[in-house]
């Protein structure tokens, strides 16, 4: 840590809140005998921000001229480390070149830096403009792009951004489905609205009274389907049976309730009556059995040996059984029945 780089950090204007904080963290991590060379795991967490958006700010601090970046390759096992951040008030900080070249892509080619034996890091700028077979294309370890590519198996996880996997993320505040089905059902109510008005005699383009204007009104109209149980066909019919009572079109929807009170007890009255009227008529369609039939049900049960429960069978019932010779009076007694 040191107290000179960080109040450098704090003293630079026109950044944006979270580059201004990317750029305090990594003065806050400077260390005056080594420099500067935090893993980008480590800053995107002191930051609280995802890598990918991290990079997007380390690109605005390079491009503003605060920083510079050199990438570090270990000589041996040519992988990755992490990159030296070379700050704006270190001596003989000079701006990176960020306009890219035509054949290493993103450039920063010019920054690579030298590893002695010792594993001290120099300044040394080798030229490297063609891509290194040891370690990939040669393109900057930060680099942003908009494609996808595979992780490399000697770097690790790749650090190409994917908006894909970007850790912040706006949620849908309504599903897509439920709202394209909304609109359309405020679309239907709406046609069925302008039906209703014009059933009540009201002109296509003349103005509305105030009470029909607005969201109250279509309110009330929906509490008749919703309260009363009507149906769309049902209302405008009730409101074109008032225009014979009164020819002139109500002030607003609450001067119809008494009609639809009415329109939805007709309409329970006569579901009840229909209710009835099936219930009659499946009892009809039913005959009722013969005495020869009824006699023959309660022989069956006096000659098996099921329960017969006390007083089933009355004395008329057991003069028809003996009639028809179906039981016995002996069985009868035996029973219980007489």
Known sequence: MSHDATNWAIKQRGLKPTTKIVLWHLCDRFNPDYGCFPSQVRLAHDCEISRSTLNDHLRQLEAGGLLRRVPRIDPVTKRQQPTRYIL?????????DVVP???????YADDLETTDDAGTCGLDEPDATDPCPDFGHGSHPEAVSGFCPDPCPEKGQSRVRNPDTNLVREPLS???KEEEDAAAREADFDRFFAKLLNALGFAANASLPAWWQGAPARTHVRQWIDDLGLSEGRIIETATETRCDHPNPPDGPKALDRFMERAAQRDAQA??????AKRSRKAQSKPRPSPD???AFYAAKVNSDEYLPPNMISAAMCGLM???GLVTTERLRMRGVL
């Open 271 to 276: 579901a009840a009556s229909a209710g009835k």
């Open 293 to 295: 039939e009824t006699a």
């Open 101 to 107: 070249g035509p054949e290493i892509g993103h450039g």
């Open 88 to 96: 704006g008030f270190e001596r003989g900080f000079t701006p990176a």
């Open 322 to 324: 003996l009639e028809r």
């Open 174 to 176: 309504k599903p897509v």
